[in-house]
T-cell receptor
Framework: EAQVTQNPRYLITVTGKKLTVTCSQNMNHEYMSWYRQDPGLGLRQIYYSMNVEVTDKGDVPEGYKVSRKEKRNFPLILESPSPNQTSLYFC????????????FGDGTRLSIL | GEDVEQSLFLSVREGDSSVINCTYTDSSSTYLYWYKQEPGAGLQLLTYIFSNMDMKQDQRLTVLLNKKDKHLSLRIADTQTGDSAIYFCAVLQTGANNLFFGTGTRLTVIP
């Protein structure tokens, strides 16, 4: 089954404690992306990757890091999480061509205390 | 970037038609999508339309695109309680792989 898998689905942690949210896709997609969803703001892109070892900033990259060492994985790293990063996070993937719609994971709800 | 706007809430009675509207700013936008998000779930692609089309119909869903006014709408015929969800409009710009999302419209279907 074609899918994008995120882990964990839920996490409550404290300010400053490094965390990683993993994302994996099994569709051999070149393009992967991270979004955060906040009430009244829709989805905003954090980082994206056009292919292995190619990453770039989205609209709200501050406080986040990513890496793309393998095609299937695109982890999101919060080196020193802060409460304003409490949000719902989505990973998505697609073929390189834009008309191929993005497939989304089920989301990771992060609470930073 | 691109500004994509939607109204936040819409309530309709079961069996009526729902129309969710979206406006965008970049006239070079090539592909326009509608996603549905049910509680606790990710985004599910409902339908999409290319910018050279005016209308697309898929069962109960009709998408209308007015390129001149940069206005996109999603009509759901015979709305059911299972259609209650948040609906996101998303726009892809020419040459980019990045989607710009609206704020989402929360559709509530009243039995």
């Amino acid at each position: 089954e074609a899918q994008v898998t995120q882990n964990p689905r839920y996490l409550i942690t404290v300010t400053g404690k490094k965390l990683t949210v993993t994302c994996s896709q099994n569709m051999n997609h070149e393009y992967m992306s991270w979004y955060r969803q906040d009430p009244g703001l829709g989805l905003r892109q954090i980082y994206y990757s056009m292919n292995v070892e190619v990453t770039d900033k989205g609209d709200v990259p501050e406080g986040y890091k990513v890496s793309r060492k393998e095609k299937r994985n695109f982890p999101l790293i919060l080196e020193s999480p802060s409460p304003n990063q409490t949000s719902l996070y989505f990973c998505a993937s697609s073929n390189r061509r834009g008309y191929q719609p993005q497939h989304f994971g089920d989301g990771t709800r992060l609470s930073i205390l | 970037g691109e500004d994509v706007e939607q109204s936040l809430f819409l309530s309709v009675r079961e069996g009526d038609s729902s129309v969710i509207n979206c406006t965008y700013t970049d006239s070079s936008s090539t592909y326009l999508y509608w996603y549905k998000q049910e509680p606790g779930a990710g985004l599910q692609l409902l339908t999409y339309i290319f910018s050279n089309m005016d209308m697309k119909q898929d069962q109960r869903l009709t998408v209308l695109l007015n390129k001149k006014d940069k206005h996109l709408s999603l009509r759901i015929a015979d709305t059911q309680t299972g259609d209650s969800a948040i609906y996101f409009c998303a726009v892809l710009q020419t040459g980019a792989n990045n989607l710009f999302f609206g704020t989402g419209t929360r559709l509530t279907v009243i039995p």
